[in-house]
């Protein structure tokens, strides 16, 4: 993939994380709850990786390997398929690709479209979804709130209505670990 194409797929898929500020059933996104002692939510400086991937359970943790683009990425189960993901801790919630939704079985008409965020544009416009089970690293998330994205996002982003459910998120290096300790 050229750097050009791999730098607009970031940049779109952190414009819409940055901006969606809506859950998908059209209400303002809850305030985040205090964090436990000792949890935390940290940030890194900027690496660079092969691209491998580690999201298998270890040690009562999630550790995901941060890939070349400096952006980590996880291979969840969702609907029974496994989606390749980008993990946007600025998402206020899962937001699916129209291909992976389809994927994963989700279906939806253009008729289901209405506005569940806003982004740099505008109205980002989706279709709320309540995703029945996220399998990663051996551990299950039952109802999760989503929304389908059918146009405008290159990657299905797996933000904080999964991230929020682990007690610590944080960055060690080319690695974030989410532990429900």
């Not at 303002?28 to 580690?54: C, I, N, S, V």
């Not at 029974?80 to 980008?86: A, S």
């Not at 299905?156 to 929020?164: A, F, K, N, P």
């Amino acid at each position: 993939m050229s750097m050009h194409k791999v730098f607009w797929i970031g940049f779109a898929a952190c414009i819409v994380g940055a901006f969606m500020t809506e859950m998908p059933g059209g209400e303002a996104a809850p305030e985040a709850a205090p964090m436990p002692d000792g949890a935390t939510l940290a940030a890194a400086p900027a690496a660079h990786q092969d691209g491998g991937r580690d999201d298998g359970w270890g040690g009562g943790d999630i550790r995901l390997s941060r890939r070349g683009d400096g952006h980590f990425y996880a291979n969840p189960s969702i609907g029974g398929r496994q989606l390749d993901v980008m993990v946007d801790t600025g998402a206020s919630f899962v937001a699916l690709t129209g291909d992976d939704a389809r994927a994963a079985g989700l279906d939806w008409s253009d008729a289901d479209l209405r506005p569940v965020a806003r982004g740099a544009s505008g109205v980002v416009e989706g279709v709320p979804v309540m995703i029945d089970s996220i399998e990663l690293g051996g551990t299950e998330m039952r109802d999760v709130e989503a929304a389908i994205v059918p146009d405008g996002l290159p990657v299905t982003l797996l933000g904080q209505s999964y991230l929020r459910r682990f007690q610590r998120v944080e960055i060690e290096g080319d690695a974030m670990v989410l532990s429900r300790d």
